[in-house]
C-alpha cells in the first residue's frame, strides 16, 4: 500500500512557477513509477509527466513540454513537477499517482492516487 499527498498549489499569476510535490509513504516508493495529472472542470484527467523509477526515463506531454519537469528523490519518497511559465489553461487540480509498471503509468492509469492539490494560473 502507498500513500501520496500531493502539496505546492496556488494561485499564481500569468507566466510565474510552482513546484509541486508529492510525497509517498511506505517502503517500496523506489519502484515506481510516478506521474503528475491535472484535471480541469469539465474536462478529463490527463496525464501531464511521468517518471520512471530509477530516474532512466522520462515523459511530457506536448502541452507542456519545455515548460514543466518532474524529477524525484527516491531518498525523500518525494516526486516533484516543477512549472514555469505558467498559462491560465495550466489551471487544475493535480493528482500524482504511482504504478508498478512504466507503461501503466504511462496510459493513464495508477495503482494509488493522491487526493490532489489546486493550481490556479490568473490572467
Known amino acids: 500500500q502507498v500513500q501520496l499527498v500531493e502539496s505546492g498549489g496556488r494561485l499564481v499569476q500569468t507566466g510565474g512557477s510552482l513546484r509541486l510535490s508529492c510525497t509517498a509513504s511506505?517502503?517500496?516508493?523506489?519502484?515506481?513509477?510516478m506521474g503528475w495529472f491535472r484535471q480541469a472542470p469539465g474536462k478529463v484527467r490527463d496525464l501531464v509527466s511521468a517518471i520512471a523509477w530509477d530516474n532512466s526515463t522520462t515523459y511530457s506531454s506536448d502541452s507542456v513540454k519545455g515548460r514543466f519537469t518532474i524529477s524525484r528523490d527516491n531518498a525523500k519518497n518525494t516526486v516533484y513537477l516543477q512549472m514555469n511559465s505558467l498559462k491560465p489553461e495550466d489551471t487544475a487540480v493535480y493528482y500524482c499517482?504511482?504504478?508498478?509498471?512504466?507503461?501503466?503509468?504511462?496510459?493513464?492509469?495508477?495503482?494509488?492516487w493522491g487526493q490532489g492539490t489546486q493550481v490556479t494560473v490568473s490572467s
Open positions: 499517482a504511482a504504478a508498478s509498471r512504466w507503461l501503466t503509468i504511462r496510459t493513464g492509469v495508477g495503482d494509488y
Open positions: 511506505g517502503h517500496t516508493f523506489s519502484t515506481y513509477a
